[in-house]
Structure formats: C-alpha cells, structure tokens
Nanobody
Framework: QVQLVESGGGLVQPGGSLRLDCAAS????????LYWYRQAPGKQRELVAQ???????NYADSVNARFTISKNNAKKTVYLQMNSLKPEDTAVYYC?????????WGQGTQVTVSS
C-alpha cells in the first residue's frame, strides 16, 4: 500500500519558518520525482517546488530564495524548508511523487501564516 504522509504544518507568524516533511512508504522512493504543491482557499492548486530523482530542484517564482526542497532517499522523506513566510503562503500543502504515469498524493497539511 502506497502512502505519502505530510507533517509539520501549523500556525506561524509572518517572517517565521516551518519545515514540512513527507514520508513515503510502499514505493521505490529513489526512482520518483517529488513535488510540493499548495492550494489556498478559492484558488487552484499550484506547484511550489520540485526535486528530480537526480536531485535537481526548481521553484515557483513566488517562493524562490525563501523555500528549499530536499530529500533523504534512505529515509524515504522529502522536505520543504520554508523561511520568511508571508500571509500569502497560507494554504494546504501537498506532496506528490511521480514516476512515469504513476502519480501519488499525500493528504495535505495546513500552513497558516498570520499574526
């Protein structure tokens, strides 16, 4: 059974930091390209960051230089370090694992940036 389980969300003040973790099971983790998406209320889901199976990274312009995606293949976990958080970063954050046409999603974790 494949599972992607996100954790680390919560309430943080503007300018603060959070780290999201996504632990995978049931897949050969190192073969997958990995993504973090987010969806704010009333908005479409958007791609935040990606890391390929080879370790190349890419970021949305809105988070570039503030967020860092990384992974640990041995722990089957992908991370999203979020710094200098803004109220507009408030959303449900989802991790995604993709290998060819195979695509798995986590259940999401809420991040709220508010004073």
């Amino acid at each position: 059974q494949v599972q992607l389980v996100e954790s680390g969300g919560g309430l943080v003040q503007p300018g603060g930091s959070l780290r999201l973790d996504c632990a995978a099971s049931g897949i050969t983790f190192s073969l997958y390209d990995l993504y973090w998406y987010r969806q704010a209320p009333g908005k479409q889901r958007e791609l935040v960051a990606q890391i390929t199976r080879g370790g190349s990274t890419n970021y949305a312009d809105s988070v570039n230089a503030r967020f860092t995606i990384s992974k640990n293949n041995a722990k089957k976990t992908v991370y999203l370090q979020m710094n200098s958080l803004k109220p507009e970063d408030t959303a449900v954050y989802y991790c995604n694992a993709m290998f060819g046409e195979v695509n798995y999603w986590g259940q999401g974790t809420q991040v709220t940036v508010s004073s």
